[in-house]
């Protein structure tokens, strides 16, 4: 299983950046799959997440009607498109999998065993 996370970049506010997650191994239609971030110092909190059946979805507070998590089969990837990013958005952003989350959608870290690399994401004022 592997997770290949890109598309991180340095954007002023107000841009719009669009993250990429490929799997290699699973299929995006297999798994509930989340993006977390994670600053210095801080937890690493959930951003998104969908379900396995593509049917529920989980935005953050801070990021509803932002950001949105999407997947396409066909390329076998997951994606999160966020725009009016704002400063405090800066941070590195990570997607996970794990075969074990059936229903719905799970933000709790701890139940994600696999992880891509993870891809910095700096958003200046």
């Known amino acids: 299983v592997q997770l290949q996370a890109s598309g991180g970049g340095l954007v002023q506010a107000g841009a719009s950046l669009r993250l990429s997650c490929a799997l290699f191994?699973?299929?995006?239609?297999?798994?509930?799959i989340a993006w977390f971030r994670q600053v210095p110092g801080k937890e690493r909190d959930a951003v998104a997440a969908?379900?396995?059946?593509?049917?529920?979805?989980y935005y953050a507070n801070s990021v509803k009607g932002r950001f949105t998590i999407s997947r396409d089969s066909a390329k076998n990837t997951v994606y999160l498109q966020m725009n009016s990013l704002k400063p405090e958005d800066t941070a590195v952003y990570y997607c996970?999998?794990?075969?074990?989350?059936?229903?719905?959608?799970?933000?709790?870290?701890?139940?994600?065993?696999?992880w891509g690399q993870g891809t910095l994401v700096t958003v200046s004022s």
């Open positions: 969908i379900s396995r059946s593509g049917a529920g979805t």
């Open positions: 191994g699973p299929t995006v239609s297999g798994y509930a």
């Open positions: 996970a999998i794990d075969p074990k989350i059936r229903w719905g959608t799970e933000t709790d870290p701890k139940k994600y065993d696999y």
